[in-house]
């Protein structure tokens, strides 16, 4: 699965292509990947910022409250 960091690249990249109207977008490792249409595009785009949302949300920290009984005698 890929990080954050490297779904925001390449949101921004394909983000910059439709923004061009270019149907072709570079990626990070230098190759082009060429894209249909330009609804194509959106839909991945879409998928993206979903992704980035998914992973962006910080984890929730759980608090556990421990109760001792000591069940021996008092001295």
């Known amino acids: 699965m890929a990080t954050l960091s490297e779904l925001q690249a390449q949101r921004a990249a394909l983000a910059n292509s ?34 980035i949302g998914a992973l962006a949300v910080s984890p929730v920290r759980r608090t556990r409250a421990v109760k001792l009984v000591y069940g021996g005698r008092d001295y």
């Open 18 to 51: 439709i923004a061009s109207g270019s149907q072709e977008v570079r990626d990070q490792f230098g190759r082009y990947i060429k894209y249909r249409s330009l609804d194509e595009m959106r839909s991945i785009l879409s998928d993206l910022d979903s992704q």
